[in-house]
């Protein structure tokens, strides 16, 4: 069974630090892909980042890792969203996804698991 949950989100000023937290309810994500995606009003979800299920980082695009770390704990149980210097531009709904197994897709229905995300507001 997988429950995904997001947590952190809140509102925060332009150019502070948010970490973002994905757990399965405390089971074991070992196995799953995890992808972090951003939603804002009339757009669809767009993947930032995603952890393959080896625990290899990628962002999309590049550049994006010049402010935002994906990262697992050691028990692989959460998977993390590290963001700095946020901008105004980074306010929306953040969402956790799974996959089973490998790849990392950009499009969401690549991903089966949802939780049910978390607003992030950042005020200028």
């Known amino acids: 069974q997988v429950q995904l949950e997001e947590f952190g989100g809140g509102l925060v000023q332009a150019g502070d630090s948010l970490r973002l937290s994905c757990t399965n309810s405390?089971?074991?994500?070992?196995?799953?892909?995890m992808g972090w995606f951003r939603q804002v009003p009339a757009k669809e979800r767009e993947l930032l980042a995603a952890?393959?299920?080896?625990?290899?980082?990628?962002y999309s695009p590049d550049s994006l890792k010049d402010r935002f770390t994906i990262s697992r704990d050691n028990a692989n149980t959460a998977v993390y969203l590290q963001i700095h210097n946020l901008k105004p531009e980074d306010t929306g709904v953040y969402y956790c996804?799974?996959?089973?197994?490998?790849?990392?897709?950009?499009?969401?229905?690549?991903?089966?698991?949802w939780g049910q995300g978390t607003q992030v507001t950042v005020s200028s």
């Open positions: 996804a799974a996959r089973i197994g490998p790849g990392t897709p950009s499009e969401p229905s690549g991903y089966g698991y």
């Open positions: 952890s393959t299920w080896t625990g290899v980082s990628v």
């Open positions: 405390g089971r074991s994500i070992r196995g799953f892909s």
